[in-house]
């Protein structure tokens, strides 16, 4: 199995920038994909972006390009979020989700486990 954590989530005034980390354990020598998911209250989850555990292929919502990077480090079993810009509609519950059926894919149901969320807010 695979267990994720995420860490990095605080409240940030607009404009601001933040990186959020995940720690994968486990059986990480299977994973292909992973990525960041967020909720926000009373809205579903939406996909921000993907990236290939093995290559250097990476994916965003439309919402975060440009502005979102993510990026992994194998050595650590990291990956990260960093988030520059942040704005208001950025506020939502952050989920670091992982695939061991997927190179890259922004679909829920392809990601086998999950984080348990780290809180970013955005202050306007």
């Known amino acids: 199995q695979v267990q994720l954590v995420e860490s990095g989530g605080r409240l940030v005034q607009a404009g601001g920038s933040l990186r959020l980390s995940c720690a994968a354990s486990?059986?990480?020598?299977?994973?292909?994909?992973l990525g960041w998911f967020r909720q926000a209250p009373g809205k579903e989850r939406e996909f921000v972006a993907t990236i290939s555990w093995s290559y250097s292929t990476t994916y965003y919502a439309d919402s975060v390009k440009g502005r979102f990077t993510i990026s992994r480090d194998n050595a650590k079993n990291t990956v990260y979020l960093q988030m520059n810009s942040l704005k208001p509609e950025d506020t939502a519950l952050y989920y670091c989700?992982?695939?061991?059926?997927?190179?890259?894919?922004?679909?829920?149901?392809?990601?086998?486990?999950w984080g348990q969320g780290t809180q970013v807010t955005v202050s306007s």
């Open positions: 989700a992982a695939s061991n059926r997927a190179i890259v894919t922004m679909t829920p149901d392809w990601y086998d486990f």
């Open positions: 486990g059986r990480t020598f299977s994973l292909m994909a």
